[in-house]
């Protein structure tokens, strides 16, 4: 047990080692550069590090890029999911991959500016924190849309779990102690950026601009982004299904003033007009019931998922130390 203190205490020195972790997705014309890019950021501050490169699946030139990166760097890791699992399967092979003092997730598009490594870096070591975050201070070009569903999202998120989600991203530098804690969470479904937030310890927030994709263009549909949305809501609290409750409540309540009102028109002989009600109780009994269901389903679904316990992410190949290891 005092091994494990030991080990989870480590020293903060400047020999500490740095895993970048880096979902990959159809990034094969620029993954190089971009690698190239925040290797001289940690060559030039003499940050010692290894990348652990996850491709998720990609169908382009990402897998061959990212071997010979391996092959030819001893400080790269190269994974291969066998399909694409989303980012959140990729992030979740990287962090069980990574063997560093402390682990940096970002994305491969450099839309996470890497020249803020150093000083993400040095609050780790320096200030001691176990957790800084990359706080978006301007969230880059997105569309009308897109921000008012994400602003929508984070504000349910906000008022059911009483966690800012608003501009934190998946930018962030994890303590080796949090990642092991990290791994004690056994759910199958995750989302880091939520997860993280959860999982609490000393945490420092340094703000960025979103910087501009380098090339390629983004993974993310509007109906993927809604299934992130349920999924994350969903994940978290489990307020709408109380909801649900509350509009039964209130519906019952509604039934009883229209039970008394139908009553008396019937003993006091009006009782034949009545048929707008009749459409309109219907029609919204109706919508109602089905939407509860959805929501109940939603949960159900995600209790299959967990319960049928598979794997959160499966790897075909990978190169370690310029040799393929698995
Ligand atoms: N990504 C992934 N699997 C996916 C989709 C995306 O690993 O199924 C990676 C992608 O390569 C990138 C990061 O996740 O490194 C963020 O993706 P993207 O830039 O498309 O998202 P956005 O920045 O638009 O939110
Ligand atoms: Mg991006």
């Known amino acids: 047990m005092e091994a494990i203190i030991n080990s989870l205490n480590h020293n903060r020195t400047a020999e500490s080692r740095l895993s970048v972790v880096l979902p990959i997705y159809q990034e094969g014309s620029h993954i190089k550069n971009s690698i190239r890019m925040i290797e001289n950021i940690l060559v030039e501050h003499h940050i010692p590090y290894e990348f652990i490169l996850v491709d998720d699946g990609s169908t382009d030139n990402t897998w ?6 391996a092959k030819e760097n001893k400080h790269v890791t190269s994974v291969r999911l066998s399909r694409n699992f989303g980012k959140e399967a990729a992030l979740c092979a990287g962090l069980d991959y990574a063997q560093g003092d402390m682990v940096l997730v970002m994305d491969a598009d450099l839309q996470h500016p890497p020249a803020l490594i150093p000083q993400l870096v040095k609050a780790w070591r320096e200030e001691g924190y176990d957790v800084v975050e990359g ?12 921000r008012t569903c994400a602003k929508f999202f984070y504000y349910i998120i906000y008022k059911t779990s009483d966690i800012h989600l608003g501009k934190t991203s998946d930018f962030k530098l994890l303590d ?9 969470m056994p759910e199958r479904a995750t989302f880091f950026r939520g997860m993280s937030a959860w999982l609490g ?13 380098v090339n390629g263009k983004t993974k993310w ?14 994940s978290y609290t489990s307020v709408p299904l109380h909801c649900i409750t509350l509009l039964g409540i209130i519906m019952f309540l509604g039934s009883i003033i229209l039970g008394v009102q139908t009553l008396f028109m019937k003993f006091s002989g009006k009782s034949t007009s009545g048929f707008t009600t009749v459409i309109l109780l219907q029609l919204f009994i109706g919508s109602s019931i089905m939407v509860s269901l959805g929501i109940i389903g939603i949960y159900l679904t995600k209790i299959y998922k967990e319960v049928k316990a598979r794997p959160r992410y499966l790897v075909s190949k990978c190169v370690r130390g310029g040799e393929t290891k698995c």
């Open 64 to 69: 061959s890029e990212i071997v010979s990166l």
């Open 135 to 146: 706080i978006k201070n301007s969230r880059g070009k997105e569309n009308f849309i897109y």
């Open 176 to 184: 080796r102690k949090v990642i092991e804690a990290w791994k004690e």
């Open 201 to 213: 310890y000393d945490r420092k927030q340094i703000g960025f601009d979103v910087a501009e994709r």
């Open 221 to 234: 549909s509007l109906f993927r982004l809604t299934r992130l949305a349920a999924n994350a809501i969903t």
